[in-house]
């Protein structure tokens, strides 16, 4: 009896010795400091460690910390030496997986509005803001231009990340746009059109009661162009659902947006906002390529890579 008490204390701590560890207070005040002053935080991101774990690295522990801005948060994985001198950003890639094909996987498209071809290859998909100005430089060059070039070979598709705290009717406008897109298509992008053209009529309104009174008087105007089921309109208009609008907006963040106009094509983000006319036409050639496609021939002079506008 007394062997399997020995044995089983010595067991008990070789389980303790691979469990996590908290981190000192004082290891725990050295990684924040390194990391507040390389990262260059503001102040008011708090910086939450989490515990000491074993790693797949020798000589290295596995150590997570996590940014909380308060309305959000980021969780990043580092490597701690084992003498605890030296911290190690990680990042690790998965070959086994196409990360452009994962990220189309995490964008729900079902019911969405489509310009172009719905079955074509290539998927252009746009998270945008009603109120944003870059979003109304982006709707512009990609309508009509582009949808004229590639519209039988991409389907273009907008997806609703409204930054409320700056853009007061911007969800507003996201709202209504669905109540005309659960109806009609090009009812939904009539109003798209109108909207990013027209910025500045519903911006000159004083007050949110009147700009929402304007946008939903132009929301019925395309409802009726569109010989949409009108009560059905006004009553979903009336409602202000915001379920849907704030469920695209949870996607996209775990897609990495945090402002708008977010473009993936494909599941690739372009980066650099609102891109003048040729950069686009190059991202949506190198697409067409990747997939076996023959991109357009393009207007004369404004060919793929011919420089910015």
């Known amino acids: 009896m007394a062997l399997f008490r020995r044995a089983f204390a010595a067991f008990l701590l070789i389980c303790l010795g691979c469990s996590a560890q908290s981190v000192s207070p004082d290891l725990s005040h050295k990684i924040e400091v390194q990391v507040r002053s390389f990262y260059n935080l503001p102040a008011r991101v708090k910086l939450v460690l989490g515990p000491i774990q074993p790693s797949e690295f020798p000589n290295y522990d596995a150590l997570t910390i996590t940014l909380d801005g308060g309305d959000k948060k980021v ?3 580092f490597l701690l030496s084992k ?3 030296t911290l190690i950003r990680q990042t690790k890639l998965d070959l086994t997986k196409d990360p452009f094909l994962e990220a189309m996987k ?3 498209l079902t019911n969405r509005p489509v310009r172009g071809t719905k079955s074509a290859k290539v998927i ?3 998270y945008d803001d009603f109120e944003c100005p870059y979003c109304s430089r982006m709707h512009q060059t990609l309508f009509p231009e582009l949808l004229k070039e590639y519209g039988d070979k991409v389907q273009f598709v907008y997806k609703d990340f409204p930054l409320s705290e700056i853009h007061p009717w911007a969800m507003h406008a996201a709202v209504n746009a669905n109540c005309l897109a659960a109806q009609n298509n090009d009812a939904y992008w009539d109003f798209a059109d109108y909207m990013h053209n027209n910025q500045r009529e519903i911006n000159s309104l ?3 009661a009147t700009q929402f009174t304007a946008l939903d008087r132009i929301t019925v105007d395309q409802g009726q162009k569109h010989s949409v089921d009108i009560p059905r309109l006004q009553t ?20 990495g947006v945090d402002g708008t106009p977010a473009l993936f094509v494909n599941g690739q983000k372009v980066e650099g906002g609102a891109l003048p006319i040729e950069d686009l036409r190059e991202v949506l050639d190198r697409a067409l390529v990747e997939v076996g496609l023959t991109p357009p021939v393009h207007p004369a002079g404004q060919s793929s890579g011919s420089g910015g506008q």
Do not use: P
């Open 75 to 77: 969780t990043y994985d």
């Open 83 to 85: 003498d605890r001198n």
């Open 106 to 108: 995490k964008m729900d």
């Open 124 to 126: 252009a998909v746009n």
């Open 206 to 208: 004083k007050g949110n």
């Open 236 to 255: 979903c208009i009336k409602l202000q659902d915001e379920t849907a609008v704030k469920a695209s907006l949870k996607e996209a963040e775990g897609l």
